[in-house]
């Protein structure tokens, strides 16, 4: 027959509670990159490792061909066949932040949803995908290609697993990754990743004016940061508390204006320290979040700083500051296909020692050329006193519409759902654009909230389940 999503959906939903115990303990492992605890079989830490272990140990118990590439990346393959098709997933997660409500590696499970770092991006999916493969199996279904399931370790940093798993095996030319939405994304803008720094430039000792002593705000360069702080020293003598009695009726007014918290305090004499909360979101939609960094540099630049101290929050405030389509670098561009060029700040730092840095996040368009604007980058930084000092990076991804693997996919979809299956185009970067034609593939479905990256991640059961029937009937028509 011709649709068989009848038959994969009685076969998931038998799965719920095998799946959800597997899940459970898949979650709990803390598999944020940790390279102190880095070392052979295991580059990215211990954790990391532990995941990628604990998906190749269900492999080999349930009978598949299992392969580590010293704990670069992994796979668990079925079938047989000269062609291959490729199901990419990771085991390795972002950082976890403040603000969860029960802690993100301890899974909850409350009105339906499962409650954990990872729990839609990546782990939930990916074990999905794995009970997908089962179930393929289970079924006995001929095929004439073998799916393999690739586990990668980095792809929330520097996707040097996919590099290694290329220079040690040949990567399939078709193929999905569970690792965004439904119905699917066939467009994925292209990264830069530049490192910009600036120079300190000491001030004379006898300098009593306002000086920025530090400044930190975020954590992972594809993350709107949600916290920033700073610390303050206030101009010496007979004027210091006037002027800290005007910064701080100033601050007041300025977080209400804001609709955003903070606080100030005054930890020893003479200096102030700031504290602000924004609010988090995907590096990809910068406009969805509230940059904490770059607020309060706002905040600050409006105080008579000098030298390196007002060049650093001279950038923030008014280069980056809801800069999110890279109009003032001189970057902005579009396409028809994936939309506008987006910048995210993601980590930002200065000590006045020692001078400053920032980390941006630039998706840009599916089908533009990443060149010029990365030179345009570089001539925009350097007018402002920033030098670029480190930049990657990664292409740009595009499956036409009538390729085979889209048709294929589009069909299984539809006949889950009962929905059109319309072709999306992201921001983000999955390992599909790793594959000459992979597109990303679910799992959150339209309508529904993406919970990655943020503070008390969650996915829905239900919609995993569903998920798992969709990848293993894709699986199977891939490769019959």
Known sequence: MSDHSNYWKQQALAQRDAYLETLRPFLA??????????????PFGDGVAQALDFMLALGRSDGFAVKNLEGYAGYVEYGEGEEEVGVLVHVDVVTVGEGWTTPPFEPHIRDGKIYARGAIDDKGPALAAYFALRLLKQSGLPLTKRVRLIIGTDEESGWLCMK???EREALPEIGFSPDASFPMIHAEKGQINPTLTLAAQPQSAADAGWRLLSFVSGDQGNSVPDK?????????????????AAVTERWDAFLLASRVTGRLERREPGVLSFQLDGKPAHGME?????????????????????????????????????????ERLNVACQDEVSGALTVNAGILRYDRSEGGSVRLNIRYPATLSPEPYVERLKAQTQELGWTVSSLRTSKSHYVPADHL???????????????????LASGGATYAKTLKAGVAFGPVFPGKASTAHLADEYAEIDDLLQAMAIYA??????AK
């Open 164 to 166: 290694h798993y290329a």
């Open 286 to 326: 910068p406009f969805n979040g509230v940059n904490a960094g770059t607020l309060l540099a706002r905040f600050l630049y409006d105080t008579p700083f000098a030298g390196s101290d007002r060049v650093f929050l001279r950038f923030l405030a008014e280069v980056l500051h809801e800069d999110h389509y890279g």
């Open 473 to 478: 009937q894709a699986m199977y028509e891939l």
């Open 228 to 244: 920033a702080a700073a610390s303050v020293a206030v101009p010496a003598g007979a004027e210091a508390e006037t002027a800290v």
């Open 29 to 42: 492992i803390n598999s944020i990159e940790d390279m102190s605890t880095a070392g052979p079989g295991k």
């Open 405 to 423: 693997v889209i048709r294929t996919l589009s069909r299984v979809y539809e006949q889950h759902t009962g929905e059109p299956a319309r072709l």
